[in-house]
Structure formats: C-alpha cells, structure tokens
C-alpha cells in the first residue's frame, strides 16, 4: 500500500527588508488555497527555531519558498533542487531574529533530521535586506506572486503523481 508523500512548504523571509518578503507574500496566497492533508503551508517568517523543529518531522519533501539571488533579472523564479551536502558546511546555529536557511537545516540535521528531498522556489529580488523598514515588494517581485502559487500546486501534484506512479511489490 503506498503512502501520499508528506510535504512542507516553508515559506520564509523578512518583510522589514523590501523583496526578502517574497516566501511570506506567497504564505498568504497559499493560505487561502486547499491542499491535501499531507501538505502543510506554513509562514515561517524569520523564526529559524519553528523551522528547525518542523524540518524534525520527517518530511519526504521539503520545499523553501524565499527570495534567491542566482543573478538572473529581478523576478525570475527558480525551482532549484538543493544539494543536501552543503549543509556539513554550514555551522549548527538558529537565530532567533533571523533566517539563515542553510544554518537552519545545519542546526536540524544536528539534530537528528534526516532531508530525503529539498526544493527551493525562489524569485530574484530587486531590492533586497540592508536597510531595516524597507517594506513591501518591488513591482517585478509583486508580479510574480500568482505564478509562484501556481508553481507551488503544480510541484505538489507533481510529487504526488511520481509516489503514486511507484510499483511497490
């Protein structure tokens, strides 16, 4: 008998620092849409230690919703599959008024998490941390955001489809 995947999308950012933003602005997009119960959406913001013991609770597929720079124009997204050994080298640490997601899964796997798959939705930011009270997004961040939602029911039911596609014997 096969399983639905369980699935966290964690979306993260600052909204004090301009596009870092992005991942909470595409948290209240998501909010008002229905996933399965397999799915959990959550607005981590900036607190480091709720998404250190979330990514505790062995999820098959963890996907980081935030604001990526790569070098591309502002408000390109990204669907990247991260490489799950970088983290040995990051140090285990948690800010409590910040977000360092590399650190975040440092600390967790310290822990004793284990990362089976981790995606990472990102937009190129125009504007991005520096200068505290930077609020809201810039205009090609903004319009990004329904097509950052659609990505993310689309990756979900993409994760799905490949589990239900797998023959167990």
Same mark, same amino acid.
Request: net charge negative; with cysteine.
């Given at each position: 008998m096969m399983t639905e995947p369980r699935i966290l999308i964690?979306?993260?950012?600052?909204?004090?620092?301009?596009d870092d933003a992005f991942g909470v602005e595409v948290a209240k997009q998501l909010a008002g849409?229905?996933?399965?119960?397999? &799915?959990?959406v959550v607005d981590f913001g900036i607190r480091s230690f709720d998404l250190t013991f979330a990514l505790m609770d062995d999820f098959d597929v963890t996907v980081f919703v935030d604001a990526t720079q790569r070098g591309g124009a502002p408000? %390109?997204?990204?669907?990247?599959?991260?490489? #799950?050994?970088?983290?040995?080298?990051?140090?285990?640490?948690a800010d409590a008024h910040g977000m360092n997601p590399m650190k975040v899964l440092a600390?967790?796997?310290?822990?004793?998490?284990?990362?089976?798959? #981790? !995606? &990472?939705?990102?937009?190129?930011?125009? %504007?991005?941390?520096?200068?505290?009270? !930077?609020?809201?997004?810039?205009e090609p961040v903004q319009a990004v955001i329904a097509e950052a939602v659609e990505m993310i029911e689309s990756l979900v039911a993409d994760i799905r489809a490949e589990t239900r596609s797998v023959i167990t014997v």
């Open positions: 964690a979306c993260i950012g600052n909204i004090f620092h301009g849409r229905r996933f399965p119960e397999n &799915v959990r408000g %390109t997204l990204y669907l990247i599959e991260a490489d #799950l050994s970088e983290i040995d080298e990051f140090e285990a640490e600390m967790a796997k310290a822990m004793g998490a284990e990362f089976k798959r #981790l !995606l &990472v939705i990102g937009c190129e930011p125009q %504007t991005l941390g520096g200068e505290e009270g !930077l609020m809201g997004l810039s």
